[in-house]
T-cell receptor, first 113, second 116 residues
Framework: ETGVTQSPTHLIKTRGQQVTLRCSSQ?????VSWYQQALGQGPQFIFQ???????GRGNFPPRFSGLQFPNYSSELNVNALELDDSALYLC????????????FGPGTRLTVL | AQSVTQLGSHVSVSEGALVLLRCNYS??????LFWYVQYPNQGLQLLLK??????LVKGINGFEAEFKKSETSFHLTKPSAHMSDAAEYFC??????????????FGTGTKLQVIP
């Protein structure tokens, strides 16, 4: 059984640029959530996708957007990058039956200069 | 609204000593509660979860946690610390609901140091 994978591992961007982060869910999981973890903080919920539709969102501006594909892989897009967007971005997948049990990927470390 | 408070951003214990990491939650509905562990430069790994069954929950690596509704607490314990337990631990809460949207709220984390 393949776990949750994320790419890239690290990324450096400059302020104002756009970035796309990718996540491949664990086999059989159709729910994916994205989190932002700033240095020294706990993960903050960005949004969740279920069967290709966004079905929940945290307190993040619209420049944070996402997609979920038919194979349940997912993307997080961030436009107009700001310095405060520097963080570890985690995705987590869950099955429809056990949505309370999320499996996390290793994360993408984004640095905005 | 739901939230968790982790008491102590850093905890140090000697190898072989009891590990106690504190978590208090706030939730307007019956909660699901979780403990996750994060090793440096890695994602989060689920240690254990409470989902309204037994109040004493056993997890991986010898950890357990007890749900105490009267104290709104879900403290994590391990009888004997091992060097490999050094990591950051996060308590988290979500609403009990079946399927669909499930927002998980994390605490700010407790870094556990194990002293040889």
């Amino acid at each position: 059984e393949t776990g949750v994978t994320q790419s890239p591992t690290h990324l450096i961007k400059t302020r104002g640029q756009q970035v796309t982060l990718r996540c491949s869910s664990q086999s059989g999981h159709n729910t994916v959530s994205w989190y932002q973890q700033a240095l020294g903080q706990g993960p903050q919920f960005i949004f969740q996708y279920y069967r290709e539709e966004e079905n929940g969102r945290g307190n993040f501006p619209p420049r944070f957007s996402g997609l979920q594909f038919p194979n349940y892989s997912s993307e997080l897009n961030v436009n107009a990058l700001e310095l405060d967007d520097s963080a570890l971005y985690l995705c987590a997948s869950a099955s429809e039956r056990y949505t309370d049990t999320q499996y996390f990927g290793p994360g993408t470390r984004l640095t905005v200069l | 609204a739901q939230s968790v408070t982790q008491l102590g951003s850093h905890v140090s214990v000697s190898e072989g000593a009891l590990v106690l990491l504190r978590c208090n939650y706030s939730s307007s509905v019956p909660p699901y509660l979780f403990w996750y562990v994060q090793y440096p430069n890695q994602g989060l790994q689920l240690l254990l979860k409470y989902t309204s069954a037994a109040t004493l929950v056993k997890g991986i690596n010898g950890f357990e946690a007890e749900f105490k509704k009267s104290e709104t607490s879900f403290h994590l314990t391990k009888p004997s610390a091992h060097m490999s337990d050094a990591a950051e631990y996060f308590c988290a809460v979500s609403d009990q609901r079946s399927g669909g949207y499930q927002k998980v709220t994390f605490g700010t984390g407790t870094k556990l140091q194990v002293i040889p």
